[in-house]
């Protein structure tokens, strides 16, 4: 879940003239960001060998 610090920041980055669809796209990369990190403290991982198996199976 995205913070309002980390909002801020991030918006304060942009230019003085963006898009709202610069801002949501950039809202919603930071959110998938944060949400893999927080799985990857939660051991909520695959191997690669495992991400190769279903890779397969998806691709066929």
């Not at 709202?20 to 944060?34: A, F």
Request: glycine share 4%; proline share 2%; charged share 40%.
């Amino acid at each position: 879940m995205l913070t309002k610090t980390n909002v801020i920041k991030t918006l304060s980055q942009f230019p003085e003239n963006f898009s709202i669809d610069e801002l949501v796209d950039k809202m919603i990369l930071l959110d998938k960001i944060e949400r893999g990190i927080k799985d990857a403290e939660n051991g909520k991982t695959i191997s690669d060998e495992e991400l190769e198996k279903r890779l397969k199976e998806w691709l066929k």
